[in-house]
Antibody
Framework: QVQLKESGPGLVAPSQSLSITCTVSGFSLTSYDISWIRQPPGKGLEWLGV???????NYNSAFMSRLSISKDNSKSQVFLKMNSLQTDDTAIYYC???????????WGQGTSVTVSS | DIVMSQSPSSLAVSVGEKVTMSCKSSQSLLYSSNQKNYLAWYQQKPGQSPKLLIY???TRESGVPDRFTGSGSGTDFTLTISSVKAEDLAVYYCQQYYSYPFTFGSGTKLEIK
């Protein structure tokens, strides 16, 4: 069955970088786009960016200067890297699959990231 | 960026009641070449990841109960729950996937009286 699972550091110090890995199963990264979405505690959903089947990317301009998304198709892994984290980057980070009809049909469980010294 | 606005921000209903919530976009989500509205609805229950309910504004995702109905076109959309169940306690988000960056509404929190 389709699964996405994020793994992250949990705690990041201010000004440091964040790296999260999304490992997928049940489908190929060469067939589906993957987005990263985050949700601050008690707040709504914010789309960060997408990596397309061919490896191209599109980023939310609010994060473009410090966000990078990449993938390794052979390992079924997608990577998020965000630099210069601040306390307002504290959130649950989700990796999400886009369906063939472009809506987001499968979500990972999310990984909680706290930015604190 | 396309701005998505949802109302109300919260509502409380009794089991069995009908619920309607609104989502408006700052520009049309209707793609002229295929006449599809690039609008989705998600349900997020407490402590869970969001779940896709509706895509193309009115198509129910597989397995979604038929008490959930999406409607609307262009810039105005509605999610209706025909007869609320206790398990429908959740926050409901609309999202446009017409253009990047994808954007979400701020959500409607459904509470059960």
């Amino acid at each position: 069955q389709v699964q996405l699972k994020e793994s992250g550091p949990g705690l990041v110090a201010p000004s440091q970088s964040l790296s999260i890995t999304c490992t997928v199963s049940g489908f190929s990264l060469t067939s589906y786009d993957i987005s990263w979405i985050r949700q601050p505690p008690g707040k709504g959903l914010e789309w960060l960016g997408v990596i397309w089947t061919g490896g191209g990317t599109n980023y939310n301009s609010a994060f473009m200067s410090r966000l990078s998304i990449s993938k390794d198709n052979s390992k079924s892994q997608v990577f998020l890297k965000m630099n210069s984290l601040q306390t307002d980057d504290t959130a649950i980070y989700y990796c999400v699959r886009s369906s063939s009809y472009d809506a987001m049909d499968y979500w990972g469980q999310g990984t909680s990231v706290t930015v604190s010294s | 960026d396309i701005v998505m606005s949802q109302s109300p921000s919260s509502l409380a209903v009794s089991v069995g009641e009908k619920v309607t919530m609104s989502c408006k976009s700052s520009q049309s989500l209707l793609y002229s070449s295929n006449q599809k509205n690039y609008l989705a609805w998600y349900q997020q229950k407490p402590g869970q990841s969001p779940k896709l309910l509706i895509y193309w504004a009115s198509t129910r995702e597989s397995g979604v109960p038929d008490r959930f109905t999406g409607s609307g076109s262009g810039t105005d959309f509605t999610l209706t729950i025909s007869s609320v169940k206790a398990e429908d306690l959740a926050v409901y988000y609309c999202q446009q996937y017409y253009s990047y960056p994808f954007t979400f509404g701020s959500g409607t929190k459904l509470e059960i009286k």
